[in-house]
């Protein structure tokens, strides 16, 4: 049988040619194969928009807008949220967003501002907390860095008001840092500091000056596996594309760092698990998981963030996820406080475990939140749509470059640091930016089936649509253009901490001039 011969074309070309020709045809098979992942990537799975809630309508938009123009939402509604108990309380993170809303609920339940304690690196720069005869400028403030042990001790050593001094003690902890798409492990001390060494310090001092309940806001992204867009040509979509937030994992062995997708969540998966082990009868302890996408006041990094921009790059307006307000996060501690607060051997059944929290409705479509914006901010404001493979291609581009000149010291002085937002833009922003829809119902079932009675004191649609309200209102003032300034977000202190490396209060306390550069 004869051998089969090379097409002539073949034959006659030249090395060169044969080298090129096979280049060219690599460049179409990656060009197609990123297109295919590229696809799989801007699809919503039916499962996910199966969950997910009706759409927002301008009309809708403008009618719930007018509405709370009218009747703001009861997010410090006493009736609203569970009963007062007859505590004192110490509130780490108190300036922020789920501590402020924590210390604005126990004030409007009846608990006197001597009766409360804020722990935190810095006053706070809420406009509800600062407001002229809002009896949150009358709790006392402490600035305090959790990762010393005894900044932290003075903290709790300082004396109580002598009415309030023999009141049992409720410690919320909700400091923390966030820098969600971080995963080298050079950086790891940073997280490891703050989220890990600074609950153990807490932890510890909480004991020794006789709390007798310890609630932790731990965070849902804990339960989230590493997305993995780079499939076969043939799979249906992306692994782990869409992922439910529950407590599945709160009952195994934590995974090593790299399972999960960045340090934040690998601290935080570690301090929660602190927490939840240090529950006994004398000392009851629980934490909160936030779903992902927290916001609710409009200098969150969540949706405040937004606010400042006429326009904002996005590669998921279908993505599906569950959000919760930071109101809504404060009630279930409240919630977790009051059956924690029960005697023994009734509490146990509520103690040492966390509990997933979202606002009280399906999860939205980011396609519903952009518009919101869009609509109801009083001037132009757009979104510019990327197709989803080039940002990826960028994170893994831009982590490479980071860690290049940590890896080869020689490299320092060629390859300078990647500032601005561009540095948060690595691979693992791709797992918090996908699918996620929390599984709550744990939270919700009755007290007396082993759950906290949760219900939220505002929905999705409502507390995005006020937050909006908040900002025009501060707009109309003037207040919002001096924020954009001066403001120092969770975010941006973070990240000053990270490059420093200085004590948390330090940090703080730099001139502005120092913190802008």
């Not at 209102?473 to 001096?482: N, P």
Request: aromatic fraction near 8%; charge should be neutral; charged fraction near 20%.
């Amino acid at each position: 049988m004869a051998a089969p011969e090379f097409p002539a074309a073949l034959k006659d070309a030249s090395p060169a040619q044969l080298i090129l020709g096979t280049l060219a045809s690599l460049t179409v098979l990656v060009a197609l194969y990123l297109w295919r992942i590229n696809t799989l990537l801007s699809r919503t799975p039916p499962a996910a928009l199966k969950l997910a809630g009706p759409r927002w309508t301008p009309e809708l938009l403008h009618e719930t807008y007018a509405r709370l123009e009218r009747d703001p939402p009861g997010l410090y509604d006493a009736k609203k949220l569970p009963p007062r108990l007859d505590r004192r309380y110490v509130v780490t993170g108190g300036s922020g967003l789920v501590g402020g809303y924590i210390v604005l609920q126990l004030l409007a339940r009846g608990t006197p501002p001597s009766a409360i304690r804020i722990l935190d690196i810095r006053r706070t720069e809420r406009s509800d907390m600062l407001s002229p005869g809002s009896p949150a400028r009358e709790v006392e403030f402490v600035e305090t860095d959790i990762t010393s042990p005894v900044s932290v001790e003075a903290a709790f050593s300082r004396p109580w008001a002598e009415a309030v001094a023999h009141l049992p003690m409720t410690v919320f902890h909700t400091a923390a840092v966030i820098l969600a798409s971080e995963r080298s492990e050079r950086e790891y001390w940073f997280p490891e500091a703050v989220n890990v060494r600074g609950t153990r310090n807490l932890l510890a001092a909480a004991r020794k000056h006789g709390a007798g309940i310890f609630s932790a806001t731990s965070s849902a992204s804990i339960s989230i596996r590493p997305v993995q867009p780079w499939v076969a040509p043939w799979a249906g979509e992306p692994r782990n594309f869409f992922q439910l937030l529950d407590l599945a994992d709160s009952e195994k062995p934590l995974r090593h760092r790299t399972g999960y997708f960045a340090n934040y969540p690998a601290s935080k998966a570690v301090a929660e698990r602190m927490v939840c082990d240090e529950n006994e009868d004398s000392f009851r302890t629980g934490s909160i998981r936030p779903a992902n996408g927290v916001y609710g006041n409009p200098t969150d990094n969540m949706l405040g963030a937004y606010f400042f921009k006429d326009v904002v790059e996005t590669w998921v307006p279908h993505m599906v996820q569950s959000f919760v307000h930071g109101a809504n996060v404060a009630v279930a501690h409240l919630a977790q406080e009051a059956v924690l607060a029960k005697t023994a051997p009734e509490s146990r059944r509520y103690a040492g475990r966390p509990y997933v929290v979202t606002d009280p409705n399906p999860p939205i479509m980011n396609r519903d939140m952009y518009p919101a914006i869009r609509t109801l901010l009083p001037r132009p404001w757009r979104t510019m749509e990327l197709p989803p493979v080039v940002p990826l291609l960028m994170a893994h581009g831009i982590e490479l470059w980071s860690d290049l000149p940590h890896r080869f010291p020689l490299l320092k002085k060629l390859m300078p640091p990647i500032t601005g937002e561009a540095k948060h833009l690595k691979p693992g922003i791709f797992s918090i930016t996908t699918h996620l829809v929390a599984a709550d119902e744990d939270t919700r079932k009755p007290v007396s089936e082993g759950g906290l009675g949760y219900t939220g004191v505002v929905t999705t649609l409502d507390g995005l649509v006020y937050e909006i309200l908040e900002w025009n209102r501060e707009v109309a003032a003037g207040d919002a253009e001096k924020k954009k300034i001066t403001y120092t977000s969770s975010l941006t202190l973070g990240e000053r901490l990270q490059k420093t490396g200085l004590s948390i209060v330090e940090a703080v306390a730099q001139p502005l001039s120092t913190k802008t550069k």
